[in-house]
C-alpha cells in the first residue's frame, strides 16, 4: 500500500484519517481573540485530482486558514462572531433561536429561559468563557444554586434549569466552534429524590368522582380517560378522534406524542381502551363516535391540572397530582401483565423507570405471598405425587419378572 504524503500547513491538522481541521487562535490588532474551528472531510480511495480526495480538501483548509489569518489581520471580523467573547446571555438568545424550536418542550423550555433571565442578571451579563463551575453550583452566595434555593425553587427543579444551561454549554462547543471550559461537565448537582408513591384509593376516586362542580365535560372526561389509561397528561390533550381504532376489542388508542430522550425521534405507542375508559369517552360521542378532530376539545395541560387541583379540593383529597393517575394505573396492571407488554403500553424504555411507577401496597404484597406459597405448595405436590409413582414401578417390575420366569 502506498504510503499516504505528507501534507502540511499552518493551521491546518489532519483529524483521524477523516477531515481536515483549520484550528486559528490569535489575537487582532485591537486584542480581541478570535478562536476559528472549521472542519474539511475527505474520502482516501479516490484519486488525488477528486473533488473530495485527501489533497484537494487539504488545499481547501490551506486556502481557508490563509484567508481568516488574513482577515483578522485587517481587522475586517466583528467582535460578535468571536464566540469565546459573547456573555452567557448571548448564548441564551441565540440558543433560543436555533435550538429551542426543535423540541417538543419547547414553550416549557423557553419558559425556563426566561426564568434565567429574571434570577440571575448578573450571571447572564459575564462572558460565557469566563464562568466557573461555583459560579452554577455550590454554596458561593452569587451562585446559581444559591439564588434558586432562597427562591424556594425545588431541588428538581434547579437540576433541569443547570441542565438546560448545561446543553446550551454543549451545543456552543458542537457546533458554533467553542473550545473553552465547560463548566457543568461533571459537576455534582443537587440531588433530586422526587419519586412518588401516591396512589389514589377506591374511596378517594369515589370522593372526587362526586366533586367536579360545574367542571367542563371535556376536562371531566379527559380526566377519568387518563385514570384508567396510565396516559400522560400531554398525551391526553393531544389525542385526536382519528387516533382510536373501534374495530378491535376492546378498542385501542393510538399516542403518538409519547415522551421521548433529548434529541431523540417521536415516539408511539397503542393503549387498550379498557370498559370505564371507554365510558370515559362516551359523554363526548354524540350520535356516533367522531373520526377526528381534538378528542377533548383542544385542552390545556394547565386547564387539566387546575380542574383537577379544583375536585381534590371539594372531595377533600390532599396531596394528589394528575400524575398520580399514571401511578395508580400502572399499580393495578402491573401484577396481571408481563414486564414487556407493560412497558409497551405505558411508554417506558427501562425498566428501572417503569418500576417508578408500580407501588405496591401491604395489601398487595400479601397477595404476592399468598401467591407463591400457594404455587410452591404446588410443586411440593406434584413432585411428591411423582417420587411415590417411580417408588412403585420398580416392584411392579420384579412382580411381572417373577410371574414370566414361572
Not at 488545499?59 to 462572531?81: M, N, Y
Not at 463551575?133 to 434555593?149: C, H, Q, R, W, Y
Amino acid at each position: 500500500m502506498a504510503r499516504t504524503p505528507s501534507l502540511k500547513a499552518p493551521g491546518v491538522f489532519e483529524r483521524r484519517g477523516t477531515a481536515w481541521q483549520v484550528r486559528i487562535l490569535r489575537r487582532d490588532a485591537a486584542g480581541v481573540q478570535h478562536r476559528i474551528n472549521r472542519t474539511f472531510p475527505f474520502v482516501l480511495d479516490v484519486p488525488a485530482a477528486h473533488p473530495h480526495s485527501r489533497t484537494s480538501r487539504f488545499h481547501e483548509a490551506q486556502a481557508f486558514a490563509s484567508a481568516e489569518r488574513a482577515s483578522l489581520r485587517l481587522e475586517r471580523r466583528a467582535l460578535p462572531d468571536a464566540t469565546d467573547n459573547q456573555t452567557l446571555g448571548q448564548w441564551l438568545d441565540r440558543y433560543e433561536r436555533e435550538e429551542t424550536p426543535k423540541k417538543k418542550t419547547a414553550d416549557r423550555e423557553a419558559s425556563t429561559l426566561e426564568r434565567l433571565r429574571a434570577l440571575a442578571p448578573a450571571l447572564l451579563a459575564r462572558p460565557a468563557s469566563t464562568l466557573r463551575p461555583k459560579d452554577f453550583v455550590g454554596t458561593e452566595a452569587n451562585s446559581l444554586e444559591t439564588i434558586m434555593d432562597a427562591n424556594h425553587y425545588a431541588p428538581a427543579t434547579i437540576r433541569r434549569y443547570l441542565n438546560t444551561l448545561g446543553h446550551v454549554f454543549t451545543v456552543a462547543r458542537s457546533r458554533w466552534g467553542y473550545e473553552g471550559n465547560h463548566p457543568l461537565r461533571g459537576v455534582e448537582k443537587p440531588s433530586a429524590h422526587d419519586e412518588r408513591d401516591r396512589l389514589i384509593s377506591v374511596d378517594e376516586w369515589k370522593a372526587i368522582e362526586g366533586a367536579w362542580g360545574d367542571t367542563e365535560p371535556a376536562t371531566v372526561a379527559a380526566l377519568r380517560w387518563l385514570r384508567w389509561t396510565a396516559a400522560r397528561r400531554g398525551e391526553a390533550v393531544a389525542l385526536d378522534w382519528s387516533d382510536l381504532d373501534w374495530s378491535t376489542s376492546p378498542p385501542t388508542a393510538h399516542l403518538k406524542n409519547t415522551k421521548a430522550r433529548h434529541d431523540a425521534p417521536a415516539q408511539s405507542r397503542h393503549v387498550p381502551l379498557w370498559a370505564e375508559a371507554v365510558a370515559a369517552l362516551r359523554p363526548l360521542r354524540g350520535k356516533a363516535w367522531p373520526t377526528e378532530g381534538p378528542v377533548f376539545g383542544g385542552l390545556k395541560p394547565d386547564s387539566l391540572t387546575r380542574a383537577w387541583a379544583r375536585a381534590c379540593y371539594r372531595a377533600k383529597v390532599e396531596g394528589a397530582r394528575v400524575h398520580d393517575l399514571r401511578h395508580t394505573r400502572i399499580t393495578e396492571l402491573a401484577p396481571a401483565l408481563p414486564l414487556q407488554v407493560l412497558a409497551r403500553i405505558t411508554g417506558h424504555r427501562e425498566p428501572a423507570t417503569l418500576m417508578r411507577y408500580y407501588n405496591p401496597t401491604g395489601k398487595d404484597a400479601a397477595a404476592a405471598g399468598r401467591a407463591f406459597t400457594a404455587y410452591t405448595e404446588k410443586q411440593q405436590a406434584a413432585k411428591k405425587k411423582t417420587s411415590g409413582r417411580k417408588d412403585r414401578e420398580p416392584a411392579k417390575g420384579r412382580d411381572t419378572e417373577a410371574a414370566a420366569n414361572g
